[in-house]
């Protein structure tokens, strides 16, 4: 049964309703009656805050799509660069691109040009930068890095605006990048989702249920044929996930525990959504009760595993 068809039902039940309209009823019969709750629209300056983060993760996105296309122009000249720089645009891996379009091919001497706070050794370097680069090569190179650059200069002129707008909701960024895993990017993300105010979210599970981060009812005959998240929230959701990735990688927390209990039963990736829910639980108290994050600790689940169960005995 669709949506608007248990709608339907749900209205026919009312005696009212009957002897008011006797031909289908439409959205407007619904809402008049007080059976379709109100959307979330949050205030006018978070709205343009949201403009500016979602643009601002669109060009994201696109330099990440520029930097891998160098990463395969490079493969094609038999460079394995990415095999020992995790960041091919970094200082280093600048340096390196930029002396291969002005033409230097000796390896050893695009080497030297590495940072000496590079973890890989110089021969492994020189062997990584030891290919065939073309004028091909080079033409493409340059390109992808002229557009990655000027993309930069496009998101810090967002994040320019973004702080800007956001310089009154200063202390509930301040709040939020107190989570661990969470950073100032991310927590002007959430900000720009979900507001500073949690009045149109009755519980924290109102919250989650609109971010889609709880499971979908999928039940037939008694029996629960999936447990997947329900979709909603396509722009506060992979950053939730990224900063639960991200809590998962802290040290001697409350999320790093309950990620890896998880992870045992359920998997890496449900281990992280569970993560992320616990974290937009935590935002949704800090926002309303204006505090800050205090970790319940790493062995919060052991503690409450072994803690005697009231009324037995």
């Known amino acids: 049964m669709s949506w608007c068809s248990r709608m339907l039902r749900t209205f026919a039940m009312f005696p009212v309703a009957r002897a008011t309209s006797t031909t289908q009823c439409g959205f407007s019969d619904l809402l008049a009656h007080g059976l379709i709750r109100a959307s979330f629209v949050p205030p006018a300056q978070i709205q343009d805050v949201r403009d500016l983060t979602r643009t601002r993760t669109q060009l994201a996105r696109e330099v990440a799509q520029h930097i891998q296309r160098i990463q395969k122009t490079l493969e094609n000249a038999n460079i394995k660069l990415t095999s020992v720089i995790s960041n091919i645009i970094g200082t280093s891996g600048r340096r390196i691109l930029k002396a291969m379009i002005a033409g230097e091919t000796n390896p050893a001497k695009l080497a030297e040009l590495g940072s000496t706070r590079l973890k890989c050794p110089r021969a492994e370097l020189t062997a990584a930068l030891d290919g065939r680069v073309t004028a091909h090569h080079r033409f493409l190179i340059a390109h992808h890095l002229s557009l990655i650059g000027e993309l930069e200069r496009h998101i810090a002129a967002f994040d320019a605006r973004i702080e800007k707008l956001l310089r009154p909701l200063r202390d509930a960024v301040a709040q939020l990048i107190t989570i661990p895993g969470v950073s100032k990017v991310s927590a002007q ?94 935002a949704y108290h800090m926002l309303k009760n204006g505090t800050f994050h205090q970790d319940r600790g790493a062995d919060f689940l052991v503690k409450r595993d072994k803690a005697p169960v009231r009324g037995s005995g």
């Not at 981060?213 to 029996?223: F, H, I, Q, T, Y």
């Not at 959701?237 to 639960?244: D, F, M």
């Not at 998962?248 to 409350?254: P, V």
């Open 189 to 282: 993300v959430i900000l720009a989702e979900i507001g500073a105010d949690m009045t149109p979210f009755p519980t924290s599970g109102h919250l989650l249920s609109w971010a889609g981060l709880v499971p979908r009812l999928d039940e037939s005959a008694g029996k629960r044929r999936s447990t997947r998240v329900r979709k909603g929230a396509p722009w506060l959701k992979p950053v939730l996930v990224q900063c639960g990735w991200g809590a998962a990688r802290t040290k001697g927390t409350y999320y790093q525990a309950q990620f890896f209990r998880l992870k045992a039963r359920r998997g890496p990736k449900k281990a992280a959504i569970a993560v992320a829910a616990s974290l937009l639980t935590a």
